[in-house]
């Protein structure tokens, strides 16, 4: 008999709290973004390695919050390391799973859209969208990937459309093309 009270009591719980998130969340729509809206939309933009991660509790949500050795720096205060939140994890026998969150690997370098959200904590712009994993080989060129994404997007003019479109190119390339939209956004360019 306790153990048929314990799982309805675990049950009713789960139930609560799924109430109170759905009821506590607001909807949200990921927005397509280009490049240039990545860089212009972020507080920090960085090239960092990942470490181990851990999920934390927000108010009704759970984040998973993982650490980055920031190794280069292309905007924002300069930093040596980063907590980065991505909503979404498990955390007390609670599992929570949202749409676009990317899926980063410990010690794998990545370059990161950020931005610091009223919360105080730092999260990736427009999510699967603001990740680049970054890959060195030798005296290669190194060269950055943003997998495609399997999660809807909205766009400006309100269709519908698959989430982070695959780009890859070398990472001077896009360095010049971030650098170049953060410039023309300063002398108040286009």
């Known amino acids: 008999m306790l153990a048929v009270f314990s ?3 675990r049950f009713v719980r789960l139930a609560a709290l799924t ?3 759905a009821a506590a969340s607001p909807a949200a729509t990921l927005e397509k973004l280009s490049l240039d809206e990545l860089a212009l939309r972020s507080t920090a933009i960085v090239i960092g390695r990942a470490g181990e991660s851990r999920a934390e509790g927000g108010g009704a949500l759970i984040f998973t919050v993982r650490p980055f050795r920031v190794e280069e720096q292309w905007k924002g205060e300069s ?3 980063v907590r980065v939140s991505l909503p979404g994890g498990s955390l007390n026998g609670v599992v929570q799973r949202f749409g676009g969150v990317p899926q ?8 990161l859209f950020l931005w610091r959200g009223p919360s105080g904590r730092t999260q990736v712009t427009g999510l699967s969208q603001g990740v ?3 890959l060195r080989s030798g005296d290669a060129v190194a060269r950055v990937r943003r997998r495609a994404g399997g ?13 982070a479109q695959a780009l890859e190119t ?7 093309r971030i650098k170049a939209a953060l410039g023309a956004a300063e002398v108040g360019g286009p």
């Open 132 to 134: 680049f994993e970054v």
């Open 79 to 81: 930093i040596d390391t």
């Open 19 to 21: 109430a109170l998130i």
């Open 170 to 176: 070398t990472l001077s390339a896009l360095s010049g």
């Open 7 to 9: 799982i309805m009591f």
């Open 104 to 111: 980063l690997k410990p010690g794998v370098e990545y370059l």
């Open 151 to 163: 999660d809807v997007l909205i766009t400006p003019g309100g269709s519908r459309e698959e989430a």
